[in-house]
């Protein structure tokens, strides 16, 4: 059975609700790249930003069911800029500001956008970088596009283009001087339940990046539901995820999650070890942080600096400390606890995917007696049905055992489908396991029913029929002093099937080959190992194509 609703846009959920009731509760902390620079938004001024901007969109022409691109750092206005889309019915695409003019270019082509909003430089890490620059390289070879809107981070002038005197072949305008012509009263769209909220690309292991779908209802259902409960959020708390807006962390959790829930939310602009590697909990002092939420590939770096640059500042506000992103190495879960959260938090080791919207697999603390195993996920949310399947797709139905990670039942928060590519969703997701929806991840079950993610299937190495996961082995190198950070990958062995092979103990190198939201590409990796450069695949979302090219040069010369 199906049922649907029709409802207000989902924006009414995450403004006009908490306008009537709190207008001058704060909604977003911009934590900008210069320390103590923060700026505050009541979700009073974030109602009024997104109605100018919902207006703004209308009268030039977005209409429902179209999809809109920001390429934006976190900041007010490229939240806003996603609920106005939200407001006005049309999907909102938001490429990462990190990404490259080809990375963008791609996905506004696949996303066949004809409005792009952007700002005109980015600051990050006390670096400034060419965003409008990088928009007017991509639209070459875009032509759907046919406006621009910008807005100024910095007070550096750039070229816009203006293809005529005439206003209507004007293509890029100033966001800020085009919303102050609007009205700060934009009628939300009506929509179906399961409209499209927004498109968001992840890329896959081979070929272009995937623009998975996520629709209004059940996802912010689902991701409010999640930051309330995983978290321990209550009224009044201030909420830290530092992740970027532009991956799926940033949706849920700075964005939809607290929004829905009424929260005070930190868009974070700056980087891990800016100006000085205590940045973190310098803010989380200044800002009172009450949860914070961050990637295990920080928490490595960070912990090798040493813990002065924590005991430095006053953590007393934290009472949930979230880890997402790859799987959480010991060392940095005992870190994170013991010296971050003084042995008082409980750490939150969320599984998740862009596919799955929201926080599947996870402790939930704030329940009595519960339980939590550092290292683990644990155990499913409300609703989310885990199944480990053997090599021959059977079901895996005891205890203390490992297999590939299934989910049993649909859930609110799941991906609809792949924007223009249904088939290739149903090839990726439904099909290997009929009748399940396949994650791509490995997954270890306890003894008493826990679960441990293990890592990318396609990474999973099988040493004379063993399976071993890449989390499992780089757990134990990341314990030598010597190392950071380590990478395992398998390789061809015409004995065992498969050796392996570990990056910076086998091989040594300065930095890991890494995504631009931390996660190490092993596959790049593999196909080094096994001298197949043609076949890297998609590296559109490789942070530092240098690392890439001092691996192979290192692998070289030790072959
Ligand atoms: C939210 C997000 C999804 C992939 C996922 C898995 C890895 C995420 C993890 C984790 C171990 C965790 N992953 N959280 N692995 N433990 N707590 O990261 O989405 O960018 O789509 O990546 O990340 O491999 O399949 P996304």
Known sequence: MCIRFLLCSR??????????????????????????????????????????????????????????????PPCPLA??????????????????????????????????????????????????????????????????????????????????????IVMEEVRDHYVIQEMQKEDLVCEPAAMDSEDVLFLLYTSGSTGKPKGLVHTQAGYLLYAALTHKYVFNYSDGDVFGCVADIGWITGHSYSVYGPLANGGTTVLFESTPIYPDPG????MVQRLKINQFYGAPTALRLLLKYGDQWVHKYDRSTLKTLGSVGEPINTEAWEWYHRVVGDGRCPVVDTWWQTETGGICITPRPSEPDAEIVPGMA????????????????????????????????????????????????????CQPYPGYFFTGDGAYRSKEGYYQITGRL?????????????????????????????????????????????????????????????????????????????????????????AVEEIIQGHRELC
């Open 378 to 429: 644990m155990r499913p949310f409300f609703g989310i049905e885990p199944v480990l399947m053997d090599t021959e797709g059977k079901v895996l139905t005891s205890n203390d055992t490992s297999g590939a990670l299934c989910i049993a039942q649909p859930w609110p928060g799941m991906a609809r489908t792949i924007h223009n590519d249904h088939q290739r969703f149903t090839e990726t997701y």
């Open 279 to 282: 940045r973190y909990w310098e």
């Open 458 to 546: 396609d990474d999973v190495i099988n040493v004379s029929g063993h399976r071993i996961g890449t989390a499992e082995i780089e757990d134990v190198v990341n314990q030598y002093s010597a190392v950071a950070e380590s990478a395992i990958i398998g390789y061809p062995h015409n004995i065992k099937g498969q050796g392996y092979h570990i990056m910076s103990f086998s091989q040594f190198v300065h930095r890991l080959p890494k995504t631009r939201s931390g996660k190490i590409m092993r596959r790049v990796l593999r196909k080094v190992v096994e001298q197949d450069l043609n076949g890297l695949g998609d590296l559109s979302t490789l942070d530092d194509p240098a």
């Open 11 to 72: 924006v009414v959920n995450c403004l006009d609700r908490h306008v009537h009731t709190c207008p001058e509760r704060v909604a977003l902390i911009w934590e900008r790249d210069e320390p103590g620079s923060e700026v505050k938004i009541t979700y009073r001024q974030l109602l009024e930003m997104t109605c100018r901007l919902g207006n703004m969109l209308r009268r030039r022409g977005v209409r429902k069911g179209d999809c809109v691109t920001i390429y934006m």
């Open 79 to 164: 939240v806003a800029s996603m609920l106005a889309c939200a407001r006005i019915g049309a999907a909102h695409n938001v490429v990462f500001a990190g990404f490259s003019a080809e990375a963008l270019a791609e996905r506004i082509r696949d996303a066949q956008s004809s409005t792009v909003i952007t700002v005109n430089q980015g600051v990050r890490g006390g670096k400034v970088t060419e965003l409008k620059k990088a928009v007017d390289t991509a639209l070459q070879s875009c032509p759907t596009v046919q406006q621009v809107f910008v807005a100024m981070r910095t007070e550096n002038p750039v070229a816009m283009t203006a293809r005529d």
